[in-house]
Structure formats: structure tokens, C-alpha cells
């Protein structure tokens, strides 16, 4: 993937334990619903300290069961943020539910806008879906408080925010916890590009015991037994008690998120490094906007991006950076913007359609050097004017 590339977009942390972790299950010969599952989840509910961790096949799985398990359905309105990966707006259509497009707060904390969230509120809402952009935490207090004003159900879209903590807010009615226990369900994704990458993977968590029966049995047909249960003796038969599907992680993954894992806290520690590293070059040029450049709060860093003057210098740049083999990429376009959802367009976004125009995202990952900031920096000066 980083071949072709000088410097890529993204790129994996992996070495010798990896390796030894794939053969272990490899020697093992028990490939799904096993021991690395069972420590992988138990691990990570333990990192986020929340009480139910289930890993699953992806991210966009983990979606739908949390709102699947939600008892989400046809006529129910999803308020989201329109500046997000398609997964969310995608499992809401396949619930039948309506999504309900919000703006984000700023070009410079592009994470939805609690206001907008209000705005978005009719008598059929019944969820709020937040993403916590690049891994910096969305406002939760204030989020929090109009759904438990208006009775919604609050998913976190986790997926580039593992290892991030939210400092509280300002009313003290959140208090500081990991994002993945700020809600009543959290989503993780595992993709190659993420900040625990094992290829196709995620984990989904809350501290609700009723919400934790649902996704265990729908992420396994909606049995009430396991193949692992049976293989241990402890069950012989099950019943079906729900319409479910497999959405579950195999062995080989689960120890590679394991690993992953053990690496987590140093690998985002490196990442904030060189996020500081590209806000002192970025922040001083003029009409450029670095978001998140004055955030003192614990963020996963999962993303470096900034915000161009105008689309014409963004193209400009990002054209400059690619004819010296540096990789960028764009997150997201407007969810509004794509043909499948154009119908879903029913509110002005300014600011998403903004951040969309003129957002690039630079290299990040934990084994970037600061040499490399430089010269990706170095490119953007020289483009720029
Ligand atoms: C990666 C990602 C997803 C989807 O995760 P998959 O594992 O690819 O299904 C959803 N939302 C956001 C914000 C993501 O970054």
C-alpha cells in the first residue's frame, strides 16, 4: 500500500509480536469464538472502563447492532453529524429510519454542533449519533443534557477516538471518562487506517446490561448459545429469540488487536508529538485553519488535518504534495453531497459544505518521523501562494 508513496497517509505499527500473536492461533487450530475474543474484549472494556465490550466483524457492524439494539426503527429520525464517514448514514437507511443532518460547530472544532443538534429535534427523533472528528471528543456535556431533555438515545461513533478521554464539561454533568463509556452505546472500528488496525475489525461497548443481552445474541443469529459454549460442554442446544446476524471477529484478529492495544497509549502519545510538530509549522500562515490547534484535552490523534483558504489552494496543494509522492486524503465530503442521500439535503450546513470544500488530511501515523513533518510542511509553504 506505503510503496508507491515517499510518504503515505497512513501506515501500520506492526513487528514480531504481531507475528508470534497470528501463529499462536495458527497453532491453536480454534479459529472463531475462542480464548482471543473472550481476553480481547475483556481487555479493551477494561481500558475504556466500561462495564460490556463485544468485538465484531467491523465498525459499520457495530453500528448497526447498536441500533439494532436500540429498537430503532422505520419513521425514527437519526440526528448525525453531516461531516462523517458514510457507515452511520448507511445503517440508518437500513433500519429504515430517517437520518437528520447537522452542521458542525467551527472550521476549527469540526465536531457537531450541540445547538444544531436542538435545532434537529422533532416529535419522531429518537437517537443522536456523535463522531468524535480526528479523535477529539464532541461536546458531551451539552449533548447530554438535551437527551436526557428529549428522551434519545446517545451512540458514540468511536471509530477514530480509541484511547481519547473527555475532560468534563462545563456544567459537570459529564463527568471525565474514555470516550466508548460516554453514551449509552459506543462504536470502534479497526480498519488498516485506524489507530488499532488489524485489517477489518471493531468493538462495540456500553454500560447498559439490557442494550449488552441484545448485541450479544444479535451478533450471533440471535441464538442464545455460542459454539465456544458448546465446544466447552457448558450447552448442548440453543433457541433463535431474535432475527440476528454474524457479525463476529475471528481469533486471528483478536490477537492482533491485542497487540495493537499493548501499543495503544505510547503509539497516540507519538502521534500528539507529531500533531504538535505540524500545528507550529501550520498554524502561523495566513487564512489557513488548523483544527483543534489550542486542544489541551486527551485526543487519539487519529487524524492531522488543515483547513485551506480556498478550494483553489487546496487543490494547489494538494497537487504539489502529490507530484513529490506525499499521500493526502479528505475527511469527508458533506454525507449530503453524495447522490444516494442527496434527499436527506432538508437543512443548510455552511460549515460541513466549508470543511468539505477545503479540508486536506496530511500524513499521520506512529512511525512518521519529524523529518517527514518537515518536508510535508516545506511542500504546503512552497505551494500555497
Ligand atoms: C472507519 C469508520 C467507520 C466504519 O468502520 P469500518 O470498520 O470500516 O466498517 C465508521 N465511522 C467512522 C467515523 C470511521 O472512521
Not at 503509539?267 to 489557513?288: I, K
Not at 475527511?331 to 453524495?338: D, I, K, Q, R
Not at 460541513?352 to 477545503?358: I, K, L, P, V
Amino acid at each position: 500500500m506505503s510503496s508507491e508513496w515517499l510518504i503515505p497517509l497512513s501506515d501500520l505499527d506492526y513487528d514480531v509480536h504481531e507475528s508470534e500473536a497470528v501463529t499462536r492461533v495458527l497453532k491453536s487450530k480454534w479459529l472463531s469464538m475462542g480464548q482471543e475474543v473472550q481476553d480481547f474484549e475483556k481487555e479493551f472494556a477494561e481500558y475504556v472502563g466500561v462495564k460490556h465490550a463485544f468485538a465484531v466483524a467491523n465498525g459499520t457492524a457495530a453500528l448497526h447492532l447498536a441500533f439494532l439494539a436500540s429498537r430503532l426503527g422505520p419513521g425514527d429520525e437519526i440526528i448525525q453529524p453531516a461531516l462523517n464517514f458514510v457507515a452511520t448514514a448507511n445503517m440508518t437507511i437500513a433500519m429504515g429510519c430517517t437520518p437528520v443532518f447537522a452542521d458542525i460547530c467551527d472550521l476549527s472544532e469540526p465536531t457537531v454542533d450541540p445547538q444544531e443538534v436542538q435545532r434537529c429535534i422533532t416529535s419522531k427523533s429518537r437517537a443522536i449519533v456523535v463522531m468524535h472528528y480526528g479523535g477529539y471528543p464532541c461536546r458531551m456535556a451539552e449533548i447530554y443534557d438535551i437527551a436526557k431533555r428529549h428522551g434519545l438515545i446517545v451512540i458514540e461513533d468511536a471509530c477514530h477516538a480509541v484511547g481519547a478521554r473527555y475532560v468534563g464539561g462545563d456544567e459537570g454533568s459529564l463527568p471525565a471518562r474514555m470516550v466508548g463509556n460516554l453514551g449509552d452505546i459506543a462504536c470502534f472500528s479497526f480498519f488498516s487506517n485506524k489507530n488499532i488496525a488489524i485489517g477489518e475489525g471493531g468493538m462495540i461497548t456500553t454500560g447498559r446490561d439490557d442494550v449488552a443481552d441484545q448485541i450479544r445474541q444479535l451478533r450471533s443469529h440471535g441464538m442464545t448459545t455460542l459454539t465456544w459454549d458448546r465446544h466447552r460442554g457448558h450447552a448442548s442446544s440453543y433457541d433463535v429469540l431474535h432475527h440476528g446476524y454474524n457479525y463476529r471477529l475471528d481469533e486471528l484478529r483478536a490477537a492482533l488487536g491485542r497487540e495493537q492495544l499493548k501499543k495503544l497509549n505510547a503509539n497516540n502519545h507519538r502521534r500528539a508529538v507529531l500533531v504538535s510538530a505540524y500545528r507550529r509549522r501550520l498554524s502561523p500562515l495566513p487564512g489557513w485553519v488548523v483544527p483543534f490547534a489550542h486542544w489541551q484535552e486527551d485526543s487519539s490523534y487519529h487524524l492531522m488535518t488543515a483547513i485551506a483558504p480556498h478550494v483553489d489552494t487546496r487543490q494547489r496543494v494538494v497537487q504539489s504534495l502529490r507530484e513529490s509522492r506525499i499521500q493526502t486524503s479528505l475527511h469527508y465530503p458533506s454525507v449530503v453531497n453524495f447522490t444516494a442521500f442527496a434527499r436527506y439535503k432538508t437543512r443548510s450546513l455552511p460549515v460541513s459544505e466549508a470543511f468539505s470544500q477545503r479540508v486536506i488530511t496530511l500524513p499521520l501515523f506512529p512511525t512518521l518521523t519529524l523529518d517527514q513533518v518537515d518536508l510535508v510542511c516545506d511542500c504546503i509553504n512552497g505551494a500555497r501562494i
